[in-house]
Protein backbone atom coordinates (compact mmCIF):
# COMPACT_ATOMS: atom_id res chain seq x y z
CA UNK A 1 0.00 0.00 0.00
CA UNK A 2 2.72 2.65 -1.18
CA UNK A 3 -0.18 5.23 -1.47
CA UNK A 4 -0.56 5.23 2.06
CA UNK A 5 2.15 7.34 3.67
CA UNK A 6 3.38 9.68 6.58
CA UNK A 7 3.96 13.03 5.68
CA UNK A 8 5.78 14.83 8.65
CA UNK A 9 3.49 12.75 10.84
CA UNK A 10 0.41 13.02 9.61
CA UNK A 11 -1.38 10.40 7.11
CA UNK A 12 -1.60 10.68 3.47
CA UNK A 13 -3.16 8.76 0.99
CA UNK A 14 -1.72 9.84 -2.57
CA UNK A 15 -1.66 13.55 -2.17
CA UNK A 16 -4.70 14.01 0.18
CA UNK A 17 -4.34 14.05 3.97
CA UNK A 18 -6.67 11.61 5.94
CA UNK A 19 -7.45 14.58 8.42
CA UNK A 20 -8.75 16.91 5.60
CA UNK A 21 -10.98 14.56 4.29
CA UNK A 22 -12.40 13.70 7.68
CA UNK A 23 -12.91 17.63 8.04
CA UNK A 24 -14.71 17.86 4.96
CA UNK A 25 -16.65 14.60 4.43
CA UNK A 26 -16.90 13.52 8.41
CA UNK A 27 -16.30 9.78 9.97
CA UNK A 28 -16.89 6.83 9.67
CA UNK A 29 -15.13 7.14 6.09
CA UNK A 30 -14.09 4.59 3.45
CA UNK A 31 -11.56 5.64 1.08
CA UNK A 32 -10.18 4.01 -1.71
CA UNK A 33 -6.65 4.22 -3.92
CA UNK A 34 -8.02 4.11 -8.02
CA UNK A 35 -4.65 3.48 -9.06
CA UNK A 36 -4.34 0.72 -6.79
CA UNK A 37 -7.91 -1.02 -8.12
CA UNK A 38 -6.57 -0.17 -11.59
CA UNK A 39 -3.08 -1.30 -10.86
CA UNK A 40 -4.56 -4.62 -9.01
CA UNK A 41 -7.29 -5.96 -12.09
CA UNK A 42 -4.56 -4.67 -14.43
CA UNK A 43 -1.55 -7.37 -13.10
CA UNK A 44 -3.75 -9.89 -12.96
CA UNK A 45 -5.43 -9.29 -16.43
CA UNK A 46 -1.46 -9.00 -17.99
CA UNK A 47 -0.55 -12.32 -16.24
CA UNK A 48 -2.81 -14.44 -18.81
CA UNK A 49 -1.80 -12.10 -21.68
CA UNK A 50 -1.93 -14.42 -24.81
CA UNK A 51 -4.73 -16.53 -23.43
CA UNK A 52 -8.21 -16.17 -24.01
CA UNK A 53 -9.33 -15.01 -20.68
CA UNK A 54 -11.92 -13.32 -18.70
CA UNK A 55 -11.53 -11.27 -15.35
CA UNK A 56 -14.73 -11.06 -14.13
CA UNK A 57 -14.45 -9.07 -10.69
CA UNK A 58 -16.37 -10.93 -8.05
CA UNK A 59 -18.66 -7.25 -7.27
CA UNK A 60 -20.16 -8.56 -3.82
CA UNK A 61 -16.52 -7.30 -2.52
CA UNK A 62 -16.76 -3.71 -3.36
CA UNK A 63 -19.46 -2.86 -5.46
CA UNK A 64 -19.56 0.92 -5.86
CA UNK A 65 -20.91 2.12 -9.28
CA UNK A 66 -17.42 4.32 -9.42
CA UNK A 67 -14.91 1.23 -8.85
CA UNK A 68 -17.52 -1.06 -11.29
CA UNK A 69 -16.89 1.54 -13.73
CA UNK A 70 -13.47 2.13 -13.55
CA UNK A 71 -13.35 -1.54 -13.88
CA UNK A 72 -15.69 -2.03 -16.79
CA UNK A 73 -13.85 0.67 -18.40
CA UNK A 74 -10.26 -1.65 -18.40
CA UNK A 75 -12.52 -3.80 -19.90
CA UNK A 76 -13.23 -6.27 -16.82
CA UNK A 77 -16.15 -8.84 -16.37
CA UNK A 78 -18.21 -9.32 -13.41
CA UNK A 79 -19.22 -12.11 -11.23
CA UNK A 80 -22.69 -11.40 -9.49
CA UNK A 81 -24.81 -13.12 -7.18
CA UNK A 82 -28.23 -11.30 -7.14
CA UNK A 83 -30.08 -9.53 -9.83
CA UNK A 84 -29.22 -6.14 -7.72
CA UNK A 85 -25.72 -7.03 -8.61
CA UNK A 86 -26.64 -7.55 -12.36
CA UNK A 87 -28.87 -4.16 -12.26
CA UNK A 88 -25.63 -2.45 -10.36
CA UNK A 89 -23.33 -3.56 -13.56
CA UNK A 90 -25.38 -2.77 -15.72
CA UNK A 91 -26.40 1.09 -14.13
CA UNK A 92 -22.07 1.26 -14.45
CA UNK A 93 -21.61 0.49 -17.97
CA UNK A 94 -20.50 -3.06 -17.80
CA UNK A 95 -21.05 -5.60 -20.85
CA UNK A 96 -23.78 -8.37 -19.37
CA UNK A 97 -21.78 -10.98 -22.15
CA UNK A 98 -19.19 -10.34 -19.96
CA UNK A 99 -21.01 -11.40 -17.19
CA UNK A 100 -21.31 -14.19 -14.98
CA UNK A 101 -24.24 -15.26 -12.39
CA UNK A 102 -22.97 -17.45 -9.45
CA UNK A 103 -24.96 -18.17 -6.08
CA UNK A 104 -26.80 -20.92 -4.90
CA UNK A 105 -30.48 -20.06 -4.80
CA UNK A 106 -31.27 -17.98 -8.25
CA UNK A 107 -34.63 -16.90 -8.19
CA UNK A 108 -37.00 -16.96 -11.37
CA UNK A 109 -37.06 -13.32 -11.86
CA UNK A 110 -33.52 -13.54 -11.68
CA UNK A 111 -33.13 -16.18 -14.26
CA UNK A 112 -35.35 -14.22 -16.44
CA UNK A 113 -33.58 -10.95 -16.33
CA UNK A 114 -30.08 -12.60 -16.59
CA UNK A 115 -31.67 -14.48 -19.85
CA UNK A 116 -33.28 -11.20 -21.19
CA UNK A 117 -29.69 -8.72 -21.31
CA UNK A 118 -27.74 -12.09 -22.18
CA UNK A 119 -25.55 -13.01 -19.68
CA UNK A 120 -22.32 -14.77 -20.72
CA UNK A 121 -22.69 -17.75 -18.54
CA UNK A 122 -25.06 -18.97 -15.33
CA UNK A 123 -22.72 -20.72 -12.89
CA UNK A 124 -25.31 -23.69 -11.92
CA UNK A 125 -24.92 -25.10 -8.48
CA UNK A 126 -27.58 -27.34 -8.25
CA UNK A 127 -29.04 -30.18 -10.74
CA UNK A 128 -32.46 -28.31 -9.24
CA UNK A 129 -31.32 -24.95 -10.38
CA UNK A 130 -30.21 -26.63 -14.39
CA UNK A 131 -33.88 -27.38 -15.10
CA UNK A 132 -34.95 -24.03 -13.31
CA UNK A 133 -33.01 -22.41 -15.72
CA UNK A 134 -34.14 -25.03 -18.97
CA UNK A 135 -37.84 -24.62 -17.76
CA UNK A 136 -37.36 -20.25 -18.04
CA UNK A 137 -35.42 -20.34 -20.97
CA UNK A 138 -37.40 -21.91 -22.63
CA UNK A 139 -40.81 -20.27 -21.88
CA UNK A 140 -38.47 -16.98 -23.09
CA UNK A 141 -37.29 -19.18 -26.29
CA UNK A 142 -33.92 -18.36 -25.34
CA UNK A 143 -30.82 -20.46 -24.85
CA UNK A 144 -29.23 -20.55 -21.70
CA UNK A 145 -25.81 -20.67 -21.40
CA UNK A 146 -24.33 -22.12 -18.41
CA UNK A 147 -21.36 -24.18 -16.81
CA UNK A 148 -21.61 -26.17 -13.87
CA UNK A 149 -20.14 -25.08 -10.19
CA UNK A 150 -18.01 -28.08 -8.97
CA UNK A 151 -17.37 -28.78 -5.45
CA UNK A 152 -14.20 -30.51 -5.32
CA UNK A 153 -14.17 -31.21 -2.01
CA UNK A 154 -10.92 -29.68 -1.49
CA UNK A 155 -9.70 -27.74 2.04
CA UNK A 156 -9.11 -24.05 1.14
CA UNK A 157 -7.14 -23.84 4.76
CA UNK A 158 -9.01 -20.39 5.73
CA UNK A 159 -11.80 -19.81 7.91
CA UNK A 160 -14.21 -22.16 7.89
CA UNK A 161 -17.10 -18.94 7.72
CA UNK A 162 -15.49 -18.25 4.01
CA UNK A 163 -14.38 -21.69 2.84
CA UNK A 164 -16.92 -22.96 0.01
CA UNK A 165 -15.83 -26.16 -1.65
CA UNK A 166 -16.07 -28.91 1.01
CA UNK A 167 -17.88 -31.66 0.58
CA UNK A 168 -20.31 -30.26 3.45
CA UNK A 169 -20.52 -26.85 2.12
CA UNK A 170 -23.81 -25.54 0.19
CA UNK A 171 -21.67 -24.58 -3.12
CA UNK A 172 -21.93 -26.21 -6.21
CA UNK A 173 -22.10 -29.86 -7.62
CA UNK A 174 -20.60 -32.59 -6.06
CA UNK A 175 -17.59 -33.72 -8.17
CA UNK A 176 -18.70 -37.29 -8.02
CA UNK A 177 -22.61 -36.21 -9.55
CA UNK A 178 -21.10 -33.63 -11.68
CA UNK A 179 -20.50 -35.92 -14.86
CA UNK A 180 -24.30 -36.88 -14.86
CA UNK A 181 -25.46 -33.68 -14.74
CA UNK A 182 -23.54 -32.75 -17.47
CA UNK A 183 -24.83 -35.48 -19.16
CA UNK A 184 -28.33 -34.65 -18.17
CA UNK A 185 -27.92 -31.10 -19.58
CA UNK A 186 -27.14 -32.34 -22.68
CA UNK A 187 -30.30 -33.84 -23.02
CA UNK A 188 -31.86 -30.37 -22.29
CA UNK A 189 -33.51 -27.79 -25.55
CA UNK A 190 -32.57 -25.10 -24.12
CA UNK A 191 -29.33 -25.09 -22.26
CA UNK A 192 -25.98 -24.74 -23.91
CA UNK A 193 -23.20 -26.24 -21.81
CA UNK A 194 -20.11 -23.58 -22.35
CA UNK A 195 -17.62 -24.53 -19.61
CA UNK A 196 -17.11 -25.25 -15.96
CA UNK A 197 -16.26 -23.84 -12.55
CA UNK A 198 -15.31 -23.65 -9.02
CA UNK A 199 -14.85 -21.30 -6.15
CA UNK A 200 -13.31 -22.66 -3.41
CA UNK A 201 -13.23 -19.97 -0.68
CA UNK A 202 -11.74 -16.79 0.26
CA UNK A 203 -8.57 -15.40 1.46
CA UNK A 204 -6.36 -18.42 0.44
CA UNK A 205 -2.80 -17.54 1.15
CA UNK A 206 -0.87 -20.69 -0.56
CA UNK A 207 -1.73 -21.88 -4.21
CA UNK A 208 -1.78 -26.04 -3.50
CA UNK A 209 -5.85 -25.62 -2.58
CA UNK A 210 -6.18 -24.00 -6.14
CA UNK A 211 -3.87 -26.51 -7.39
CA UNK A 212 -5.43 -29.53 -5.79
CA UNK A 213 -9.18 -28.05 -7.18
CA UNK A 214 -7.56 -27.68 -10.64
CA UNK A 215 -6.41 -31.52 -10.88
CA UNK A 216 -9.76 -32.66 -10.28
CA UNK A 217 -11.67 -29.73 -13.03
CA UNK A 218 -8.98 -30.99 -15.77
CA UNK A 219 -9.97 -35.01 -14.82
CA UNK A 220 -13.34 -33.96 -15.66
CA UNK A 221 -13.18 -31.80 -18.72
CA UNK A 222 -10.99 -35.25 -19.93
CA UNK A 223 -13.90 -36.99 -18.70
CA UNK A 224 -16.17 -35.29 -20.01
CA UNK A 225 -14.31 -34.98 -23.66
CA UNK A 226 -14.68 -38.81 -23.73
CA UNK A 227 -18.42 -38.58 -22.92
CA UNK A 228 -18.68 -36.23 -26.24
CA UNK A 229 -18.99 -33.36 -23.83
CA UNK A 230 -16.50 -30.23 -24.98
CA UNK A 231 -16.13 -27.47 -22.39
CA UNK A 232 -15.45 -24.04 -23.45
CA UNK A 233 -14.20 -22.40 -20.73
CA UNK A 234 -12.76 -22.86 -17.18
CA UNK A 235 -14.05 -20.72 -14.76
CA UNK A 236 -11.43 -21.03 -11.66
CA UNK A 237 -13.37 -18.76 -9.41
CA UNK A 238 -11.74 -15.84 -6.76
CA UNK A 239 -9.94 -16.67 -3.51
CA UNK A 240 -6.78 -15.32 -3.90
CA UNK A 241 -5.87 -13.63 -0.37
CA UNK A 242 -4.27 -10.64 0.48
CA UNK A 243 -1.78 -9.34 3.34
CA UNK A 244 -3.71 -8.26 6.51
CA UNK A 245 -0.96 -8.78 8.78
CA UNK A 246 1.68 -10.81 7.96
CA UNK A 247 0.52 -13.15 5.64
CA UNK A 248 2.88 -13.24 2.23
CA UNK A 249 -0.04 -14.95 -0.33
CA UNK A 250 1.32 -15.43 -3.76
CA UNK A 251 0.71 -12.96 -6.15
CA UNK A 252 -2.10 -13.15 -9.18
CA UNK A 253 1.06 -14.21 -11.29
CA UNK A 254 2.47 -16.30 -9.63
CA UNK A 255 -1.15 -17.91 -8.80
CA UNK A 256 -2.19 -17.69 -13.29
CA UNK A 257 1.83 -19.17 -13.59
CA UNK A 258 1.12 -22.30 -12.13
CA UNK A 259 -2.06 -22.97 -13.55
CA UNK A 260 -1.31 -22.23 -16.62
CA UNK A 261 1.80 -24.86 -16.40
CA UNK A 262 -1.36 -27.65 -15.94
CA UNK A 263 -3.57 -25.98 -19.12
CA UNK A 264 -0.76 -26.66 -21.91
CA UNK A 265 -3.03 -28.84 -23.32
CA UNK A 266 -6.03 -27.07 -23.14
CA UNK A 267 -5.14 -24.55 -25.13
CA UNK A 268 -8.25 -23.57 -26.84
CA UNK A 269 -10.28 -23.07 -23.62
CA UNK A 270 -10.92 -19.87 -22.26
CA UNK A 271 -9.76 -18.89 -18.67
CA UNK A 272 -11.76 -17.41 -16.29
CA UNK A 273 -11.33 -15.74 -12.53
CA UNK A 274 -13.90 -14.12 -10.34
CA UNK A 275 -11.25 -11.99 -8.03
CA UNK A 276 -12.81 -9.71 -5.25
CA UNK A 277 -10.40 -9.22 -2.58
CA UNK A 278 -7.06 -8.93 -4.22
CA UNK A 279 -8.30 -6.47 -6.33
CA UNK A 280 -9.63 -4.07 -3.47
CA UNK A 281 -8.68 -5.14 -0.37
CA UNK A 282 -5.65 -3.21 0.45
CA UNK A 283 -6.79 -0.21 -2.03
CA UNK A 284 -9.08 0.79 1.06
CA UNK A 285 -9.27 2.47 4.48
CA UNK A 286 -12.00 3.23 6.95
CA UNK A 287 -11.01 6.54 8.51
CA UNK A 288 -12.64 6.27 12.17
CA UNK A 289 -12.83 9.17 15.16
CA UNK A 290 -12.32 8.40 18.57
CA UNK A 291 -14.77 9.18 20.70
CA UNK A 292 -14.10 8.30 24.52
CA UNK A 293 -11.19 6.75 25.79
CA UNK A 294 -11.77 4.65 28.79
CA UNK A 295 -9.60 3.21 31.31
CA UNK A 296 -11.27 -0.10 33.92
CA UNK A 297 -9.15 -2.17 35.68
CA UNK A 298 -6.66 -3.90 33.22
CA UNK A 299 -9.23 -2.64 30.38
CA UNK A 300 -8.35 -0.13 28.03
CA UNK A 301 -10.88 1.00 25.50
CA UNK A 302 -10.66 3.39 22.69
CA UNK A 303 -14.30 3.93 21.46
CA UNK A 304 -14.69 4.95 18.02
CA UNK A 305 -17.56 6.07 15.65
CA UNK A 306 -17.19 3.19 13.35
CA UNK A 307 -18.23 -0.16 14.39
CA UNK A 308 -19.62 -3.98 13.42
CA UNK A 309 -22.24 -1.83 11.39
CA UNK A 310 -19.37 -0.21 8.97
CA UNK A 311 -17.13 -2.83 9.29
CA UNK A 312 -18.32 -6.40 10.30
CA UNK A 313 -15.32 -8.62 9.29
CA UNK A 314 -13.63 -8.93 13.03
CA UNK A 315 -16.93 -9.42 14.58
CA UNK A 316 -18.08 -11.95 12.42
CA UNK A 317 -14.60 -13.87 11.67
CA UNK A 318 -11.90 -12.41 14.36
CA UNK A 319 -10.69 -10.93 10.99
CA UNK A 320 -7.57 -9.02 12.85
CA UNK A 321 -6.79 -5.34 10.44
CA UNK A 322 -4.84 -3.33 10.73
CA UNK A 323 -5.16 -0.36 12.88
CA UNK A 324 -3.18 2.81 12.67
CA UNK A 325 -2.87 6.74 14.05
CA UNK A 326 -3.24 9.35 11.84
CA UNK A 327 -0.79 11.04 13.27
CA UNK A 328 1.80 9.55 14.46
CA UNK A 329 2.31 10.19 18.15
CA UNK A 330 5.79 11.54 20.09
CA UNK A 331 7.78 8.79 21.09
CA UNK A 332 7.06 9.81 25.13
CA UNK A 333 3.05 9.57 24.46
CA UNK A 334 1.48 7.39 27.00
CA UNK A 335 0.19 4.32 25.17
CA UNK A 336 -2.07 1.14 25.45
CA UNK A 337 -3.06 -2.24 24.72
CA UNK A 338 -6.20 -1.17 23.54
CA UNK A 339 -9.83 -2.95 22.42
CA UNK A 340 -10.71 -0.26 19.72
CA UNK A 341 -14.43 -1.01 20.55
CA UNK A 342 -17.63 0.64 18.24
CA UNK A 343 -20.76 2.27 19.23
CA UNK A 344 -22.95 -0.87 19.12
CA UNK A 345 -24.62 -2.71 21.52
CA UNK A 346 -23.04 -5.74 21.38
CA UNK A 347 -19.86 -7.42 22.84
CA UNK A 348 -18.68 -8.17 19.45
CA UNK A 349 -18.44 -4.73 18.29
CA UNK A 350 -14.73 -4.39 18.23
CA UNK A 351 -12.90 -3.24 15.15
CA UNK A 352 -9.36 -4.22 16.96
CA UNK A 353 -8.52 -5.83 20.08
CA UNK A 354 -4.90 -5.52 22.31
CA UNK A 355 -3.64 -2.84 19.77
CA UNK A 356 -0.66 -0.67 21.56
CA UNK A 357 -1.79 3.02 20.80
CA UNK A 358 -1.42 6.51 22.14
CA UNK A 359 -4.66 8.02 21.20
CA UNK A 360 -6.49 10.62 23.05
CA UNK A 361 -10.51 11.60 22.63
CA UNK A 362 -11.29 13.16 18.93
CA UNK A 363 -7.68 11.58 17.40
CA UNK A 364 -8.37 9.74 13.96
CA UNK A 365 -7.60 5.98 13.13
CA UNK A 366 -7.40 4.12 10.40
CA UNK A 367 -8.61 0.16 9.63
CA UNK A 368 -6.20 -0.59 6.88
CA UNK A 369 -7.14 -3.37 4.05
CA UNK A 370 -11.13 -2.19 4.81
CA UNK A 371 -11.60 -2.09 0.72
CA UNK A 372 -13.08 -5.67 0.43
CA UNK A 373 -16.26 -6.63 2.02
CA UNK A 374 -16.45 -3.13 3.94
CA UNK A 375 -19.18 -1.11 3.21
CA UNK A 376 -20.46 -3.95 1.04
CA UNK A 377 -21.55 -5.76 4.12
CA UNK A 378 -22.08 -2.30 6.26
CA UNK A 379 -25.96 -2.58 7.41
CA UNK A 380 -28.18 0.20 9.49
CA UNK A 381 -27.78 -1.80 12.81
CA UNK A 382 -28.28 0.41 15.74
CA UNK A 383 -29.79 3.42 13.27
CA UNK A 384 -26.77 4.60 11.97
CA UNK A 385 -26.37 5.58 8.43
CA UNK A 386 -23.82 4.37 6.19
CA UNK A 387 -20.81 5.87 5.80
CA UNK A 388 -19.33 8.32 2.72
CA UNK A 389 -17.32 6.70 0.48
CA UNK A 390 -14.51 8.46 -1.14
CA UNK A 391 -11.97 7.59 -4.21
CA UNK A 392 -8.77 9.52 -4.28
CA UNK A 393 -6.20 9.46 -7.38
CA UNK A 394 -2.78 10.98 -7.69
CA UNK A 395 -3.70 14.34 -7.47
CA UNK A 396 -7.59 14.73 -6.35
CA UNK A 397 -10.59 13.03 -4.67
CA UNK A 398 -14.14 12.69 -5.39
CA UNK A 399 -16.83 11.61 -3.24
CA UNK A 400 -18.47 8.37 -4.67
CA UNK A 401 -21.12 7.64 -2.12
CA UNK A 402 -23.09 10.35 0.04
CA UNK A 403 -23.36 9.54 4.04
CA UNK A 404 -26.50 8.33 4.36
CA UNK A 405 -29.49 10.19 5.95
CA UNK A 406 -31.56 10.02 8.70
CA UNK A 407 -34.19 10.03 6.18
CA UNK A 408 -32.76 7.49 4.00
CA UNK A 409 -32.91 5.02 7.62
CA UNK A 410 -37.01 4.77 7.61
CA UNK A 411 -37.30 5.49 3.73
CA UNK A 412 -39.93 2.80 2.78
CA UNK A 413 -41.03 2.66 6.05
CA UNK A 414 -45.11 2.87 6.42
CA UNK A 415 -46.91 3.69 9.96
C1 LIG B 1 -18.61 -17.57 -6.47
C2 LIG B 1 -17.62 -16.60 -5.94
N1 LIG B 1 -16.72 -16.08 -6.79
C3 LIG B 1 -15.81 -15.18 -6.37
C4 LIG B 1 -15.74 -14.77 -5.06
C5 LIG B 1 -14.70 -13.77 -4.69
O1 LIG B 1 -13.83 -14.24 -3.76
P1 LIG B 1 -12.58 -13.38 -3.28
O2 LIG B 1 -13.10 -12.08 -2.81
O3 LIG B 1 -12.03 -14.19 -2.19
O4 LIG B 1 -11.67 -13.25 -4.45
C6 LIG B 1 -16.64 -15.31 -4.13
C7 LIG B 1 -16.54 -14.98 -2.68
O5 LIG B 1 -15.91 -15.72 -1.94
C8 LIG B 1 -17.61 -16.23 -4.58
O6 LIG B 1 -18.52 -16.73 -3.74
N1 LIG C 1 -17.11 -11.66 3.42
C1 LIG C 1 -15.93 -12.42 3.61
C2 LIG C 1 -15.54 -13.24 2.47
C3 LIG C 1 -16.62 -14.08 1.92
C4 LIG C 1 -16.55 -14.07 0.46
C5 LIG C 1 -17.84 -14.41 -0.19
N2 LIG C 1 -17.95 -15.83 -0.51
C6 LIG C 1 -14.81 -11.58 4.21
O1 LIG C 1 -15.01 -10.50 4.61
O2 LIG C 1 -13.70 -12.00 4.34
Same mark, same amino acid.
Given at each position: ?????????K???????? /?D????????????????????W????????????????? &??? $?? $??????T? #????????I????????????GA??? %???F?G??????????????????????????????????????? &???? +???????????????????????????S?????????????L???A??G??????????????F?? /??????????E?? +?? *???? %??????? *??????????P?T??????????????????????????????????????????????????????????????????? #? @????????????????????????I????????????? /???????????? #???? *???? #?????????????????????????????D?? @??G???
Open positions: MNFLHYQQDLFVHQQSI /ALAKRYGTPLYVYSENYIKKQTEFNDALKGRKHLICYA &IKA $NS $NLAILSL #AQLGSGFDVSQGELERVLKADPK %KVVSVAKSVSEIERALEVGIKCFNVESEAELLRIQDVAKRLNK &IAPI +SLRINPDVDAKTHPYISTGLRENKFGIYQLARQVYQRATTSHIIMIDCHIGSQLTELSPLD /AADRILALVDLK +SD *GIII %KHIDFGG *GLGVCYDDEVPSADLVAALLKKLDNYQDIEILFEPGRSIVANAGLLVTKVEYIKHQDDNHFAIVDAGMNDLIRPALYE #A @WMRIIPETQPSADAPNYAYNVVGPCESSDFLGKGRQL /AVQQDDLLVVCS #AGAY *GFSM #ASNYNSHPRPAEVMVDDTDHRLIRQRESFML @WQEIV
